[in-house]
């Protein structure tokens, strides 16, 4: 997990309502990105950020937000936009923005929406 | 389309015995190819990383090959503990830049029983 921290581990909402999961890193690094993974699926990207104050949306930002206010911080917003919320969420970071720089991922937060 | 698929989708093995996990992949133009492992609950971390003229690569008991005539990797776990049982993940990444340019397999999910 390196010096990625993501919080909280499990988290728990109701339909309809909007939730942030957090994500840290001391790695000093430039890059960061937020995954979903669902069982029987590869990691799917939502957002990334390449540096402070910019950011791109990924394959699956539909009902997502983010913000990059700070370099070590990256929270992910999920709103009550998205359709199925339920999932495992993953922080990542990296020197340079991937693929060209290795990856570093976090423990992950397990979101669940009923 | 780039896909990367992973056999098997599960692998029960004896500690102490070897196991061999497959990556095939369409990405093209190819950059590399990661292996990761996923302990559950947890992010994925680097196991191997070869790029388009490396053919094999080894990290203590992990020993992965890159054939990319084929398009297909393999994991080698020799001498299998406890500790391996988690999921395998093989990532490609295409030569274009973007963080959307890495393409991740669905995982080998493998379990050692003693």
């Known amino acids: 997990d390196g010096g990625i921290t993501q919080s909280p581990k499990y988290l728990f909402r109701k339909e309809g309502q909007n939730v942030t999961l957090s994500c840290e890193q001391n790695?000093?690094?430039?890059?960061m990105y937020w995954y979903r993974q669902d069982p029987g699926q590869g990691l799917r990207l939502i957002y990334y950020s390449q540096i402070v104050n910019d950011f791109q949306k990924g394959d699956i930002a539909e009902g997502y937000s983010v913000s990059r206010e700070k370099k070590e911080s990256f929270p992910l917003t999920v709103t009550s936009a998205q359709k199925n919320p339920t999932a495992f969420y993953l922080c990542a970071s990296s020197t340079g923005l991937a693929p060209h720089y290795e990856q570093y991922f976090g423990p992950g937060t397990r979101l669940t929406v009923t | 389309k780039n896909q990367v698929e992973q056999s098997p989708q599960s692998l029960i093995i004896l500690e102490g015995k070897n196991c061999t996990l497959q990556?095939?992949?369409?990405?093209?133009?190819?950059?590399?190819l990661r292996w990761y492992k996923q302990d559950t609950g947890r992010g994925p971390v680097s196991l191997t990383i070869m790029t388009f003229s490396e053919n094999t690569k080894s990290n203590g008991r992990y020993t992965a090959t890159l054939d990319a005539d084929t398009k297909q990797s393999s994991l080698h776990i020799t001498a299998s503990q406890l500790s391996d049982s988690a999921s395998y993940i093989c990532?490609?990444?295409?030569?274009?830049?973007?963080?959307?340019?890495?393409?991740f397999g669905t995982g080998t999910r493998l379990t050692v029983i003693p």
């Open positions: 990556c095939n992949y369409t990405v093209s133009p190819f950059s590399n």
């Open positions: 790695l000093n690094h430039d890059a």
């Open positions: 990532v490609v990444t295409g030569t274009q830049t973007g963080a959307n340019n890495l393409f």
